[in-house]
């Protein structure tokens, strides 16, 4: 069964920043590409950034580019999202996802 259990966000100051992470169970995490997407209060689902299976091929969507760092550790079948200078617009529940699925969730929050 695929699990996947991000962790990491919080409350930040805009500007500030957070890493978020994603830990891999049920499948082989290394053979395939991994997304972090989000969801903010009464919007649709948004996708945020790509990484290939070997880590490379990292894409962003034009809001986070230049702030945003997608990364993976395959051996430990983690995936990570490094958030700089946050925005409140960044404010959103974040899911790591394999094709259509998705962990819990971890929300952040920015705001002064």
């Known amino acids: 069964e695929v699990q996947l259990v991000e962790f990491g966000g919080g409350l930040v100051q805009p500007g500030g920043s957070l890493r978020l992470s994603c830990a891999a169970s049920?499948?082989?995490?290394?053979?395939?590409?991994m997304r972090w997407v989000r969801q903010a209060p009464g919007e649709e689902l948004e996708w945020v950034a790509g990484?290939?299976?070997?880590?490379?091929?990292?894409t962003y969507t034009d809001s986070v580019k230049g702030r945003f760092t997608i990364s993976r550790d395959n051996t430990k079948s983690a995936l990570y999202l490094q958030m700089n200078n946050l925005k409140p617009e960044d404010t959103a529940t974040y899911y790591c996802?394999?094709?259509?699925?998705r962990g819990q969730g971890t929300q952040v929050i920015v705001s002064s």
């Open positions: 990484i290939g299976s070997d880590g490379g091929d990292a």
């Open positions: 049920g499948f082989p995490f290394k053979n395939y590409h």
């Open positions: 996802a394999l094709g259509p699925t």
